[in-house]
């Protein structure tokens, strides 16, 4: 998107948050079209044992584990685009109801045949839905509205009394990416989360960093009288430095760059990070293809240039540029050392 990227942080919460986007809701409304590339698109979040694990089963395992949702309640998964996960707990527990809310009518026909068409909404929440769900799921939603605060409160008058919230969002500690989203207008820390919802007026909230879902924050949030006291600052000046690390990572792209002009290369990771190390590089005339793990992303292109397995990596490859989260990428490539050349030579964020 033609915009800069500018960051402000707050000393008082540990928030940190980006300009808002230029007409946000014609970008939601028909350009964001998340996951509908293929009918199952879904990220790899995390693996066990040599598997990858991929983000909509650990959500949906998370959901049915942590909110335990009893026979006859209602779940609301607002923010849904596809709905996934609660596709995949339908199927698991038929005897649930279960409601879906977005911005975009791009993602009706992922919910045909699976909701009763009274359970969709899009762009506007029904006034007769108000007061009425046992639980509401907003997985990776908030992060992209322009005041989060005013969302949390809207989606706690949606909420029974005692009904639960369960939200997810990008920790821009665990996962330092985050910071140069675009669409992300709020960077979150553990401490501004819980403020946000204890602002919402939620009662008792639970927020787990890092932990079952990684390199995100996991709250779960109850619409009960509000006993909390004001969450502490945390974190400031770990996400200032987080901030002077993308500067200086930029920099340094740019001088592997010029040391290996005419040596044909790849990025390894097709995803938000190798996305940025492509759009430092530009132009792109040395890099000959993107290399993910991913099987739902094989057959893709990015920028042109065909996404590959490791094991399908051209035999003329000299440079790779390691497009993954710098706080785990060194123990996905040692994962990845039997399909690849000893004499490779690596660029680290």
């Avoid at 409304?29 to 996951?35: F, H, N, Q």
């Avoid at 619409?223 to 969450?231: A, F, H, I, L, M």
């Avoid at 430095?241 to 990572?249: D, H, L, R």
């Avoid at 397995?309 to 490539?333: A, F, K, T």
Wanted: charged letters at 20%; one cysteine or more.
């Amino acid at each position: 998107m033609p915009t800069p990227t500018s960051v402000f942080a707050c000393p008082a919460c540990g928030h940190a948050q980006s300009n808002d986007l230029p007409e946000a809701s014609a970008f939601y409304d028909t350009a964001y079209r998340i996951s509908l590339d293929t009918e199952d698109h879904d990220q790899i979040i995390t693996d066990r044992h040599g598997q990858p694990v991929f983000r909509t089963e650990l959500q949906t395992q998370l959901v049915l584990a942590l909110l335990d949702p009893q026979p006859g309640q209602k779940i609301l998964d607002f923010g849904a685009a596809k709905a996934a996960t609660l596709k995949r707990i339908v199927a698991k527990r038929k005897d649930v109801e279960a409601f879906v809310f977005d911005v975009s009518d791009d993602y009706r026909p992922a919910w045909h045949g699976w909701l009763d068409e009274t359970h969709c909404a899009t762009y506007t929440v029904p006034p007769h839905w108000i007061g009425t769900f046992d639980a509401i799921t907003a997985h990776f939603v908030i992060e992209h509205v322009a005041d989060p605060v005013e969302t949390l409160s809207f989606l706690r008058s949606l909420l029974k009394q005692g009904g639960r919230l369960f939200v997810t969002v990008p920790s821009v500690l665990a996962n330092p990416g985050d910071l140069l989203v675009v669409d992300h207008l709020s960077h979150f820390s553990p401490a501004s989360l819980e403020r946000a919802l204890n602002l919402a007026g939620f009662g008792t909230v639970d927020v787990e960093d890092d932990g079952p879902l990684p390199a995100a924050l996991l709250a779960i949030a109850s619409n009960t009288p509000s006993t909390s006291g004001v969450v502490q600052a945390q974190n400031f000046s770990a996400i200032e430095a987080v901030a002077a690390n993308w500067s200086a990572a930029r920099s340094r792209l740019r001088r592997e760059r010029e040391a290996h002009l005419g040596r044909k290369a790849a990025i390894f990771g097709a995803g938000f990070y190798g996305t940025w190390i492509a759009s430092v590089l530009m132009p792109l005339d040395d890099v000959l293809c993107f290399v993910d793990n991913n099987p739902h992303l094989q057959s893709q292109t990015r920028f042109g240039r065909p996404v590959i397995l490791p094991r399908d990596m051209p035999d003329d490859i000299e440079v790779i540029y390691v497009g993954l989260n710098p706080s785990h990428s060194r123990q996905v490539i040692e994962r990845c050392r039997p399909h690849l050349r000893a004499d490779l030579q690596w660029v680290w964020l």
